[in-house]
């Protein structure tokens, strides 16, 4: 048989199984492959039975197809389970960020442990006044022990020297520092640097002095000081350890909650109002619409005084001795009445706006009007006025007296602040650092000459200023005052910048329109009332500027403020149309035998 005859039978279309049989392969001449082996597997495996019936081809490609798509599902081969490969470790390790929490692996969570795992044992810190005191206080104690212990005498405090003298020696740190003073710079130099330099020092180390070169043998002698650094097994110095040991004042709770709540229908929500005021004799008189309303705080009796007939109420003033009411009207009259009998005694005129201020000395009042102008009444005299004071661009809306130095402080919607001295008709101060309307004024009856006045919502700020320096210029004392305000300033503070009036002391940034202003009688701390857009009621402590407590309640702007005769109790009122009474201030303590002598007396015999 020739080798074309071996090759007829393969393409042959006799049966197709035929052609699923691997021809045996002949070599190409000159090549070097063996040919194909024969069958040397199981024979019973690949036998070619002729008999079987043929292979479908559509049949054959599904099971293919199928047999296919199984291998693609398998992403990595399976190992044999023959044996167990073997893990190689090396010298190296190469971590592979991609895909990690680092939050989990590194513990990077917040103080209340993480949401989708919270921790039952982490006990919330409590966030109430007293807790937030408390933690100030310690924050502030330790910067003091870490200035003392790093620095000492070498670099200044950055403290706030003194905003009062008297005060000075109350802040934290500063009375327990050995910095000298800072020596106050000529109005020729400029304010001097805060910026703490080098100490030429070690600094850095455990017993809080440098290694000594020489042992306590030496030349010196023997150092048979107990106290010193170098035998004190405490890690901070001796210093530092008095600091720590020193009594401190305990930050004072003050109640959150009013311990009095009135409902006062009609009462005006308007930031140019005063509508509110508590008498030297415990009363407290509210202007509600045209009506004047009486309560008295001993025994909680509420008194109509008046009705004003197609009138309304837009101040009310109280005389020093509590015995006579002044009310100013929409259509700017100025009435007084007697408390006591309830009778209208005069009723003035000169205003032709209304009048929202009004403020006692004495026997003079000063009514303040929305025709821009002021007007000093002496009240024994049958004349409608006596002086006429002409300042402020718009309505008057603060005004206030100080009795000491017989000065006159007037706010107005112009965002002016002017002082006059006693009855004079042109004012000695003119300041225009309020960006809004002036209507919260207060003097402190702790420091001569010290005025505190607040701005409305696009200022927000509150002001202190002297009013006993001249305003010609910038002195060497203001500028030592600026410059350690500035220096001790806090988030909330502002920057006096060089073009500031020599009188400014101090500008705070509130967060919140300022609507009233009252100094405690007792003790060296203002409180503050607020609008937009929190209406809360503040007490700062002065000179820091830390606040003591804050208190919320009012839905409405916190418009009014009144204190009373004792000084322990304030009263707020608001558009929400009601009156709250809260404890705020401790009672003044009487110091010395002799006044508590008297005051048991009652009356002399």
Known sequence: ??????????????????????????????????????????????????????????????????????GRGQDRPIASPSRKRQRIYG????????????????????????????????????????????????????????????????????????????????????????????????????????????????????SGQPTPSRTPSSRHGVNLNAQSDLYSLSPIKLNSQRMLLSPQRTPRA????????????????????????????NILGV???????????????????????????????????????AIGTNRGFVQIWDATTQRRLRTMTGHSGRVGALAWNEHILTSGSRDRSIYHRDVRQPEQWLRKLVGHKQEVCGLKWNNDTMQLASGGNDNKLMVWDKLNAEPTYKWSEHQAAVKAISWSPHQRGLLASGGGTADRTIKFWNTLISSNGPSSTSLAAASSAASASGPGDVDLQTT???????????????????????????????????NQIIVWKYPSMQQVVSLTGHTYRVLYLAMSPDGQTIVTGAGDETLRFWNCFKKKERSGSLNSTMDKWGVIR
């Open 1 to 70: 048989m020739t080798s074309k005859d071996t090759a007829a039978p393969v393409a042959t279309t006799e049966g197709v199984a035929e052609d699923a049989r691997t021809p045996t392969l002949i070599s190409p001449p000159e090549s070097k492959t063996p040919p194909t082996a024969t069958y040397k597997r199981n024979q019973a495996d690949f036998a070619y039975d002729r008999s079987s019936e043929p292979v479908d081809p559509s049949a054959l490609t599904k099971a293919l197809e199928h047999f296919e798509r199984a």
């Open 91 to 206: 010298d190296r390790f190469i971590p592979n960020r991609a895909g990690q929490d680092l939050q989990a692996s590194y513990s990077l969570l917040h103080d209340d442990a993480s949401p989708a795992t919270p921790s039952r044992s982490v006990k919330r810190a409590p966030h109430n006044e007293l807790h937030f005191q408390r933690t100030e206080e310690a924050n502030r104690t330790y910067s003091a022990v870490l200035r003392q212990e790093l620095f000492e005498t070498s670099v200044p405090q950055s403290l706030p020297q003194s905003l009062s003298p008297s005060d000075s020696a109350a802040l934290r740190g500063l009375g327990r520092s050995h910095t000298p003073p800072t020596a106050r710079p000529s109005p020729a130099l400029p304010a001097p640097n805060l910026t703490p330099s080098t100490p030429h020092k070690n600094f850095f180390n455990y």
């Open 254 to 281: 003050v109640s959150k909650v009013p311990y009095k709540v009135l409902d006062a229908p009609d009462l005006a929500d308007d930031f140019y109002l005063n509508l509110v005021d508590w008498g030297s004799q």
């Open 287 to 325: 202007g509600l619409g045209s009506c004047v309303y009486m309560w008295n705080s001993s025994s909680g009796r509420v008194t109509k005084l008046c009705e004003l007939t197609d009138d309304s109420v837009t101040s009310v003033s109280w005389i020093q001795r509590g015995s006579h009411l």
């Open 500 to 534: 500031a009036p020599a009188n400014l002391i101090r500008s705070l940034d509130t967060g919140s329109q300022v609507c009233n202003l009252a100094w405690s009688k007792n003790s060296n701390e203002i409180v503050s009332t607020h609008g937009y857009s929190q």
